[in-house]
């Protein structure tokens, strides 16, 4: 054999000195930094909040009915007499258990399906004709329809809010695995006896993790503001849990009265999802072209 | 100017041209890497030069600089002249360039399709450069694009003129682009491996299109190309590069017959042969018989309709223990799919394979599991064949894991491989990326080998690589059928390859099989009409690379 073969090695690690800029321009930018901290404060919130100079946020005081913020009451009360900053601290664990469980499961189900999809042309007809029937279908519309058929709990909110989700994960899941199903190394595993499962764990499966990683984050905010629109109608969590929806759906017949009850949790809410979506087109940012150089 | 004065001073002159990396956007101070370093020629009216090198000479960075078509905040160029008739091209304001490119120089890229816009009727292209650069009137405009679709030779001008770029073939649609290039006749042409998408006989028809209407107009051509064939045919002069800098300059017959410099020596004399050697009948046993090998698409079903295309038909030969059978084509003959039923990565629609005593054309998935590590396929693109999220030595074992061997025995199987192939056994533990085109092709011979198949299926094993690295890549499958004893179905487009290391050939064209014997009964006596085109347009067919002379006339060639 010709010395050049075994002399020439291409000089390793070239490639992550290239990849490591972008990630931190991206990190070191003003709004990257305002919305990681202002999630890091709703996670504090969520996390202690028993901690947080706050009361039980169900207890009621018909003596402190719809009273202005002062040194007992930071935000006030509602017209129950509860405190509405201990509601809105608490309410935090809602929004994030919900957006965190949705985002979850769908990119779970969705994985799933979307695979399946992508691999199996059989399946892909099946399976794709009842995705745009799902997705034909407002979100929110779907969401009540399935709270109201099983009645309200936390879990029934989490499904009800997750299955108008999937679809368009599967969408991109299936995207991802048309495209990679025909290159040569996936070939090249069926070629070498590679069974189906492990073929698509192994060589299928990680090249959908970018996407779908910034799509949870999308699906992470909407769904937080799904589980308020929910709560705010009126078919969301059962109202002795305190949810921002909750909490803004009573306050909306007092908002001349107390404009707190709407506007704390409303500017909570509007944080987290932007902080959320900032977070999203970073991330998207960050991994996209490195994808693409990758490939 | 006058003609005289053009014909003395060169039309395109280059002087100490450094190309760099762009560092500045990544906040460093220190000057990027070279990608081109010190280059310096020049090129006169009429004259054809061609810039030869293998991939990352800078051969095409060159081009790019010269019509200031470098990528922004990647490449910049640090240093040196580019002169288009004195003007200074490095110097000259955007609005100049736009002004300079198509006029006075244009340019001709590899893939015809992607230089087209795909949802523009062609005559509208072409139009474009009049309307941009001329005051012509809408009338005169066509009239004009009528007549250079017909000096390129398109056939039915008034109907390709309101064609969409995808009704027309690759080799159409490249005479589209030269059309666009050369109609307000420019003094300069710049080609950057134009016809290396192109099948080899549409090939032959462009590089005579561009040397007639060199002729025509005086044009300058500088003509970017890794295939030393086709520098033979059309060159005046070459330039040889390596890396960003020139290794030797000269004219076609010093280069070609006399180089100075070990670089070029090394690279003409890589360049296989035309004429294959004689080489010793093989007896041993059929390893592959195929026999009626069919595959039909968009047979009519209960969801299909449309008409069926016969993709291969009635496919028939046999592959023995130590042999290499070559399958050569144009795109579209059907070789791939061959290659591709013969390994069951797609279902044959009938027929028989038979690897020894069993029949796997149309067996079950169950059924041909354990049949599979008998049969292994090398692909075309090295870049691609490798998972490039895990390391190198997962990839070589992961088929023999998948039939049970325990780990260590294949780690020890897959060391042994690699050695064969000519590569360190650190080798296990590095990524994809770290590797050249041709270790990766290596690495995908290895996976393959360490089955321990009695058939190893190269589908255009070798297309993608350097022409100096394929000489290594083909050595070593010379060495290993030696070695291992494996038959190989080798499957090119490319008549050199295969001249060089098939002991049959099979010549397929339209999915059938044309013509097939030994190869040099098939090269030096063809007897089908379509075999003598292919062997007829091969370009470079008069020159004999590894002996650095003109080739010496077969006499017992039929022409």
């Not at chain 2, 005289?4 to 100490?16: K, M, R, W």
């Not at chain 2, 049969?375 to 895990?390: A, E, G």
């Not at chain 2, 094993?461 to 179905?489: K, M, N, T």
Request: hydrophobic letters at 45%; proline letters at 6%.
């Amino acid at each position: 054999m010709s010395s050049s073969a075994n002399t020439a090695l291409a000089t390793p690690g070239t490639a992550p000195a290239a990849i490591r800029s972008p990630f931190r321009r991206t990190l070191s930018s003003v709004p990257v930094i305002i919305a990681l901290a202002a999630l890091a404060i709703m996670v504090i919130m969520a996390l202690f909040a028993p901690w947080l100079h706050t009361i039980d946020p169900v207890q009621i005081d018909p003596t402190q009915r719809l009273k202005p913020p002062s040194g007992a009451h930071w935000l006030g009360t509602d017209a129950y007499g509860r405190d509405v900053y201990s509601r809105v601290v608490y309410g935090a664990r809602v929004s994030l258990v919900v957006g965190l469980g949705v985002a979850a499961f769908s990119m779970v189900v969705g994985l799933a399906i979307g695979v399946a999809a992508g691999y199996f042309r059989w399946v892909d007809a099946i399976v794709m004709r009842i995705m745009d029937g799902l997705m034909a279908i407002p979100g929110v519309l779907l969401a009540i329809a399935l709270v109201s058929l099983s009645g309200a709990s936390l879990t029934t909110v989490l499904v009800a809010i997750t299955i108008p989700e999937v679809p368009r994960v599967v969408r991109l899941v299936r995207s991802v695995i048309l495209s990679v199903r025909n290159e040569p190394y996936v070939e090249a595993a069926v070629s070498l006896g590679t069974p189906t499962f492990t073929l698509m764990l192994r060589h299928l499966v990680p090249n959908t993790m970018a996407p779908l990683i910034v799509q949870g984050t999308y699906i992470f905010a909407s769904a937080i503001l799904t589980e308020a629109i929910l709560s705010f109608l009126g078919a969301g969590v059962p109202p002795e849990i305190s949810s921002w929806g909750n909490i803004m759906s009573e306050g909306r017949s007092y908002f001349q009265l107390i404009p707190g009850l709407v506007l704390y949790p409303g500017i909570l809410l509007s944080l987290t999802v932007l902080s959320v979506n900032v977070l999203g087109d970073a991330m998207r940012d960050v991994l996209d072209p490195r994808m693409s150089r990758r490939l | 100017m006058t003609q005289t004065a053009n014909h003395a001073s060169p039309v395109l002159t280059i002087a100490g041209l450094t190309v760099r990396i762009d560092n500045t956007g990544a906040g460093s101070r220190a000057p990027g890497r070279a990608v081109v370093s010190d280059l310096s020629f020049d090129v006169h009216a009429g004259e054809t030069v061609c810039i030869v090198g293998e991939s990352g000479s800078g051969k095409s960075v060159t081009s790019l600089a010269t019509m200031g078509l470098l990528p922004k905040d990647t490449l910049v160029a640090s240093a040196g002249r580019i002169e288009i008739d004195g003007e200074d091209i490095l110097k000259a304001s955007v609005k100049r360039l736009r002004e300079l490119r198509a006029s006075k120089m244009a340019m001709v890229f590899q893939e015809p399709m992607t230089a087209l816009n795909p949802v523009q009727r062609v005559g509208q292209q072409v139009d474009e450069v009049l309307r941009l650069h001329t005051t012509l009137s809408r009338a005169e405009r066509k009239r004009q694009v009528l007549a250079m679709l017909e000096s390129v030779h398109l056939p039915d001008i008034a109907r390709i003129y309101d064609s969409y770029p995808h009704q027309l073939s690759g080799g159409q649609r490249q005479r589209i682009v030269i059309a666009m290039a050369l109609i307000l006749k420019p003094r300069l042409l710049i080609a950057d491996e134009p016809t290396t998408a192109l099948d080899v006989t549409t090939q032959k028809q462009i590089l005579a299109l561009i040397r007639e209407l060199q002729a025509e107009h005086g044009t300058a051509v500088v003509f970017i190309t890794h295939d030393f064939g086709v520098v033979a045919e059309i060159a005046d002069r070459i330039v040889v590069m390596n890396q960003g800098t020139v290794v030797e300059t000269g004219s076609r017959e010093a280069i070609l017959a006399r180089p100075t410099q070990d670089y070029t020596r090394m690279l003409v004399s890589s360049v296989p042969s035309l004429i294959p050697q004689a080489r010793d009948p093989i007896t041993s046993e059929t390893l592959l018989h195929v026999r009626d090998l069919n595959k039909v698409y968009g047979k009519n079903g209960l969801f299909k309709r449309g008409t069926p295309v016969a993709a291969a038909s009635d496919i028939a030969f046999n592959v023995r223990r130590g042999e290499i059978v070559g399958i050569v084509g144009e795109s579209g003959s059907g070789k791939s799919t061959v290659a591709r039923c013969v390994v069951r990565l797609i279902d044959p629609t009938s027929g028989q394979i038979m690897l020894g005593e069993a029949d796997i054309a149309t067996i079950g998935s169950r059924a041909l599991a354990p049949m599979r590590r008998r049969i292994q396929i090398v692909f075309q693109d090295p870049y691609r064949s490798l998972n490039p999220r895990r390391k190198v030595g997962e990839s070589i074992i992961e088929g023999l894991l998948n039939y049970g061997t325990s780990r260590a025995m294949a780690v020890e199987q897959a060391a042994r491989a690699l050695a064969l192939v000519g590569l360190p056994p650190d080798s296990v533990e590095r990524y994809p990326h770290q590797f050249s085109g041709g270790q990766r092709q290596r690495i995908c011979i290895a996976r393959a080998l360490v089955m321990e198949p009695d058939i190893l299926v190269a589908d255009e094993a070798v297309s993608a690589l350097d022409v100096s690295v394929q000489a290594q890549v083909l050595a070593l499958l010379e060495e290993v059928r030696q070695r291992v004893g494996i038959g190989v179905l080798f499957i090119t487009h490319d008549l050199r390859v295969a001249s060089q290391i098939c002991d049959t050939l099979v010549v397929m064209q339209h999915g059938r099989i044309v013509e097939a014997g030994s190869a040099e009964m098939v090269l030096t006596q063809p007897q089908q009409p379509y075999t003598r085109a292919l062997i007829d347009a091969a370009p470079g067919r008069g020159w004999d690379f590894k002996h650095f002379r003109p080739s010496v006339p077969e006499p017992a060639h039929q022409a």
